[in-house]
């Protein structure tokens, strides 16, 4: 299959109107997510395959950016981030050209994508504890709480948006934070700056290039705590 065959199967009219407000998805993840999907059409490779593959890229990513005592050791360790994101996108884009989407398949796509946004966060929050070179804001271990906190305030209101999704309470509030194609410019930039395969991705590489994760991790802090704020206080309301 061609790449223009690829793209119109996987990125049908309506996803494309929804997925083009994450910027750095829609002009680089999504085109190399197709260019890989390309040499696995005819093969037996599973979608599910490629996302335990990813997994293993996001927990490389966690150790090398984390524990890396050299900025090129972190950026060999965005690349794995960067390669997770990529493969993200080919899982999806694998089973629906080949017809193997499954419900399990989805399961595993949202755990590695739930793993990924945890482990880079964590991560880089052990970064900036070991990190000597970057300009000083706290006390050092204060990198290991924040990036901790950090990490649980990305993916907690995800899980109560889940359940109640799940549930019979009124879903407006849910169609309001899922529903991408009635965001506002607040909740656009929001989505590109807290999105994993969004523009996290180049301001991570950025602050490992300039000894920056602990500017990187107290940004991510105050926007998380954010996002979640006033997702929860729109999911919790009657």
């Not at 990813?54 to 090129?72: N, Y």
Request: hydrophobic share 50%; with cysteine.
């Amino acid at each position: 299959m061609k790449y223009s065959e690829i793209y119109s199967i996987v990125m049908p009219e309506a996803k494309r109107k929804e997925e083009k407000l994450n910027l750095f998805v829609t002009w680089l993840v999504r085109p190399l997510s197709v260019l890989m999907t390309i040499p696995l059409i005819n093969t037996k490779v599973k979608p599910t395959s490629v996302t335990k593959i990813s997994v293993v890229f996001s927990c490389l990513s966690f150790f090398l950016v984390a524990f890396g005592m050299t900025m090129w050791i972190r950026l060999i360790g965005w690349l794995c981030f960067f390669i997770w994101a990529c493969l993200d996108g080919v899982d999806g884009n694998l089973a629906r050209c080949t017809n193997q989407c499954s419900s399990l398949g989805d399961l595993w796509d949202t755990m590695g994508g739930y793993a990924a946004m945890v482990l880079i966060l964590f991560g880089s929050g052990i970064a900036a504890f070991f990190d000597k070179n970057s300009i000083e804001l706290l006390e050092n271990y204060w990198y290991l709480i924040i990036g901790g906190a950090t990490a649980i305030f990305s993916i907690f209101p995800r899980l109560i948006m889940h359940k109640k999704k799940s549930s019979e309470l009124n879903s407006d509030a849910v169609k309001g934070l899922s529903d991408k194609k009635s965001f506002g410019l607040v909740k656009i930039t929001a989505m590109n700056l807290v999105s994993p395969s969004g523009f996290m991705q180049v301001i991570l590489l950025l602050c490992i290039i300039l000894n920056f994760t602990n500017f990187f991790i107290v940004f991510y802090f105050f926007v998380t705590f954010g996002v979640m704020s006033l997702s929860l206080y729109k999911l919790l309301r009657a």
